[in-house]
């Protein structure tokens, strides 16, 4: 893997090490709970990167048809710990697999994005940026869920009682 790209997907193993690790110490009802209106799940945060990542890489980089329904993602409503850790692992296998496979020529070609040509580079930065702002918002609802019972911040509450 040339080592940009390699930056990059060690940026992304990050991010989804601490989702896999927000979304295994929380309990069933923490990750489908929505805080109030216009916030997202955990359970569809995490649905919504596995489809983007997918989407971003496989498709529009790789060409391969990934078969996206973007709305439905933020409706999803999960709450097994395995379904969406396998979720979220099998959409990283695919962006490592296919990053492993670009070289430093294929960073500067382009793909359409919303109608504009857009480097593969520029979608690398774009999965980056895109990825750490939802897993910023997962550590904020994880907050937000464990406040409910007054747990201290970073300690994920049970939600006894509710």
């Known amino acids: 893997m040339i080592p940009e790209v390699q930056g990059v997907v060690s940026e992304l193993r990050v991010l989804w090490d601490e989702t896999e690790a927000l979304v295994r110490r929380l309990p069933p009802q923490a990750l489908t ?7 997202n799940s955990i359970s569809a945060l995490v649905t919504h990167l596995a489809g983007s990542q997918r989407w971003w890489i496989g498709e529009v ?4 048809p990934m078969h996206r329904d973007r709305d439905a993602e933020f409706r999803a409503e999960d709450a097994d710990t395995g379904v969406l850790t396998t979720r979220l ?3 990283a296998e695919l962006v490592r697999e296919i990053l492993g496979t670009l070289t430093s020529e294929m960073l500067d070609q382009t793909r359409l994005y919303r109608g504009q ?3 593969v580079r520029w979608i690398l930065m774009r999965l980056l940026a895109h990825t750490a702002r939802h897993v910023g918002q997962m ?6 869920w464990a406040s409910r019972d007054g747990a201290a911040p970073g300690q994920a509450s049970q939600g006894k009682g509710r």
């Open 33 to 39: 709970h929505k805080q109030g209106a216009g916030f």
């Open 61 to 64: 980089v790789a060409n391969r």
């Open 89 to 91: 692992q099998e959409a």
């Open 117 to 119: 040509p857009v480097t």
């Open 139 to 144: 550590q904020v609802v994880e907050k937000l």
